[in-house]
């Protein structure tokens, strides 16, 4: 999913909703018109602050009737005439629920006229908005702002087809980065040095004559690279119900989308985020403020830490921890090795490590090092909830399966932590977090948060 896409698709809402609100001040206003009156003389009171803010609430159940509607489906750009009808439908619908609300409170709307009026200017106002946002879109993409930088395989007539298209009409939003007949080792070396230049953003699989075991390790690839995967209609068979459905020249194309954490979810997800980082922030001022002098007046050094991490698609971040250890524990590290008691994969865990001072092994403990990291959660480098983030030569051994733990945002929880915290295998804490990413939902989210508490105090597998 572009960032693009979300971002036309989110600045709908809002203005929607401005649109909708100046839809029914336009008719409001219309009916005091002087000729207009000539016709129909005005013979109700009605204060514009009270008709305003009732149209301020009525404009919030209609955008979740635009919802209903399928008005902020996030699949790209779109002809603005395939949104007339649903516009059509979803205003009439909201102006029927609000006739309906009048027969019951004819104070405030009893004007057919306004109501007529607010009707025909919904419909034209949201029109017009969907319009203006689309024609700006478009000329970006145009200017190949946005667009979606594709890898095609295939050399069929549906492949041909397809290319054609897209370098026919750029307004759909794909440049066509490469083409390749199949899928071998020479095809994936190439598409290894295309990734790593940051060439293309998605691979288009169009040739239905490519054997199951090509298919599967194109998608393998795609997995491991966190890349947007697409193929046309009726011929692959997929692991994943996660699909969806677009058309290309004619050419039904699906894509396999990696985690149901997509489209709205994502934006629902950083909204929370977002909200939830600022207020335990200011709520925890005092609790930060009694940490920090507990760690300076403890031992040498900086009351925070910052640690390379590895973030979404494998970027590495900077990720803020209260300091725990002593100065210089990364370059002892190296000689601890020999201690580590997690076997079975990449993480480094050591019972009673030597490196922490007095305070840290509190904070540890009860997991009060973590919450700098709200400061990650602030700045969009991190979520909440999600997978830890890992070193960067821990998450070098991940095996190819595992490299799906980088599909989304790390997390200050997740479902691993709740389920068991250190006492998990590698293997089990990283299918629990695989499991997540590909069932992610919003109240899954809220149970992993209000379990962690119960978890951390419980002092399950802090060590």
Not at 84 to 98: H, R
Request: charged letters at 20%; proline letters at 3%; aromatic letters at 12%.
């Amino acid at each position: 999913m572009k960032k693009n896409d979300l971002t036309f698709s989110a600045i709908l809402v809002p203005l929607d909703y401005v649109m909708l609100i100046a839809a029914a001040t336009a008719a409001y206003f219309l009916r005091y018109v002087s000729w207009i009156q000539t016709i129909r003389p005005v013979i109700f009171n009605l204060e514009f602050n009270q008709y305003f803010n009732y149209v301020c609430l009525i404009a919030v159940g209609w955008l979740v009737i635009f919802i209903i509607a399928g008005l902020y489906q996030i699949k790209g750009p779109t002809k603005i005439f395939d949104e007339v009808g649903k516009i059509f439908l979803a205003c009439s619908t909201g102006m029927l629920a609000v006739i309906v609300g009048a027969f019951f409170s004819r104070e405030l709307f009893n004007s057919r006229f306004i109501l007529l009026a607010a009707w025909i200017f919904s419909i034209v106002f949201v029109l017009l908005a969907r319009l203006i946002v689309r024609l700006v879109q478009y000329i970006l993409l145009g200017k190949g702002l946005g667009v979606r930088r594709v890898v095609m395989i295939g050399a069929n007539d549906s492949a041909d087809d397809i290319a054609k298209e897209m370098y026919r009409n750029k307004r759909l939003g794909y440049l066509l980065v490469a083409r390749f007949d199949d899928f071998n080792n020479g095809t994936s070396e190439e598409l290894d040095k295309l990734y790593q230049a940051n060439r293309f953003d998605e691979i288009i699989q169009a040739d239905a004559g490519l054997s199951r075991e090509q298919n599967m390790a194109l998608l393998d690839f795609a997995d491991e690279k966190h890349l947007v995967f697409k193929y046309a209609a009726d011929f692959f068979t997929t692991q994943s119900p996660r699909v969806d459905l677009y058309t290309i020249a004619g050419v039904p194309v699906v894509e396999v989308k990696r985690t149901v954490l997509d489209g709205w979810g994502k934006i629902l997800k950083r909204v929370f985020d977002i909200f939830f980082a600022i207020l335990s922030l200011i709520i925890l001022i005092p609790l930060f403020l009694i940490i920090a002098l507990l760690v300076k007046v403890d031992s040498v050094g900086s009351v925070f830490y910052g640690q390379k991490r590895v973030g979404v698609k494998g970027q590495t971040i900077i990720i803020w921890k209260f300091r725990s250890m002593i100065k210089n524990a990364d370059a002892l590290k190296d000689k601890l090795l020999v201690h580590n008691e997690r076997k079975d994969g990449p993480l480094f865990k050591i019972t009673d490590d030597p490196r922490l001072t007095r305070v840290g092994k509190i904070l540890r403990q009860w997991s009060l090092d973590e919450l700098p990291q709200l400061w990650n959660v602030l700045r969009g480098s991190m979520s909440l909830v999600g997978p830890r983030p890992h070193l960067p030569k821990e998450v070098q051994n991940y095996e190819k399966q595992q490299k799906k733990l980088l599909n989304i945002k790390p997390g200050i929880t997740g479902l691993a932590q709740v389920s068991g915290r250190s006492d998990l295998e590698f293997a089990e804490e990283a299918r629990l977090d695989i499991f997540y990413i590909e069932n992610w939902s919003f109240w899954l989210d809220l149970i992993i948060l209000i379990k962690t508490p119960w978890v951390v105090l419980a002092r399950k597998g802090a060590k």
